[in-house]
């Protein structure tokens, strides 16, 4: 059955580095998502990707973040500058459309600031 | 704003019972879609099951099915004969034209 990747399953970084999250959503899928959870609390929408561009983004997504579909088949979420408020799980997503299917998820990223 | 509420931050059942978890969602849109999902240990997110708002059949899956109420903007979760690999957190969502909005979750503990 075809799903949603996610590598690395954990990253420990020092505040102020730069990581890349990286995604292989499914194949046939034309909606890609970037979706946080901070430890204990629910799961926040970040950003939605369509068609090369970014279609949505929460207010969470500052300047600091960015995504980006390299190469046709990764998904990736860049954190420029991590804070210790980033650490959180990250969890990829991908759709075939927007509404009337469900999104399936990767089994995240979990990252750590320090 | 659309926003998910779940008023039950914690549930348990004894395994083989029922148990039915709580989901209202507010919103001005008429065409939606509502999921629940589920989020063991390892937390991934796993959909369970989901439900269009035009459709007036309550979705059922196996041993999980909701109750959805349009007009009371309600959408609960029965799981029925209650299973020790059912003990996880389930967040109910809500979908219109993109993103997912998630309730806060409620842990479901399964007592042998």
């Known amino acids: 059955e075809p799903e949603v990747t996610q590598t690395p399953s954990h990253q420990v970084t020092q505040m102020g580095q730069e990581v890349i999250l990286r995604c292989v959503p499914i194949?046939?899928?034309?909606?890609f998502y970037w979706y946080r959870q901070i430890l204990g609390q629910k799961v926040e929408f970040l950003v939605s990707f369509y068609n090369n561009e970014i279609s949505e983004k929460s207010e969470i997504f500052d300047d600091q973040f960015s995504v980006e579909r390299p190469d046709g088949s990764n998904f990736t979420l860049k954190i420029r500058s991590t804070k210790l408020e980033d650490s959180a799980m990250y969890f990829c997503?991908?759709?075939?459309?927007?509404?009337?299917?469900?999104?399936?998820f990767g089994q995240g990223t979990r990252l750590t600031v320090v | 704003a659309q926003t998910v509420t779940q008023s039950q931050p914690e549930m348990s059942v004894q395994e083989a019972e029922t148990v039915t978890l709580s989901c209202t969602y507010d919103?001005?849109?008429?065409?939606?879609?509502l999921f629940w999902y589920k989020q063991p240990p390892s937390r991934q997110m796993i959909l369970v099951i989901r439900q269009e708002a035009y459709k007036q059949q309550n979705a059922t899956e196996n041993r999980f099915s909701v109750n959805f109420q349009k007009a009371a903007k309600s959408f609960s979760l029965k799981i029925s004969d209650s299973q020790l690999g059912d003990a996880a957190m389930y967040f109910c969502a809500y979908r219109s034209a993109g993103k997912l909005v998630f309730g806060k979750g409620t842990k479901l503990t399964v007592n042998p």
């Open positions: 194949s046939n899928h034309l909606y």
């Open positions: 997503a991908s759709s075939v459309r927007t509404m009337n299917t469900e999104a399936f």
């Open positions: 919103t001005s849109e008429s065409d939606y879609y």
